[in-house]
């Protein structure tokens, strides 16, 4: 169920680049409903969807992220 993505840890400093895999997960809340997802990225708070395309289109917002793995 979960997917991947690669984002730079690092987005914030101009002096570093680091890697780092974050995973898309089935979220426990239950305000997110049956299809509900979660995912915590580097500079943002843990995030709830109540789908994972919602948080896909999200993620690739984030000024960190790299790619899909």
Do not use: L
Request: glycine share 8%.
């Amino acid at each position: 169920m979960g997917r991947k993505a690669i984002v730079d840890q690092n987005w914030c400093n101009a002096y570093g680049y680091s890697e780092t895999e974050v995973a898309i997960t089935r979220s426990r809340a239950r305000a997110a409903g049956e299809n509900g997802v979660t995912f915590y990225a580097p500079g943002w708070r843990v995030m709830v969807f109540k789908s994972r395309e919602a948080a896909e289109a999200k993620w690739e917002r984030h000024p960190g992220f790299v790619r899909w793995a």
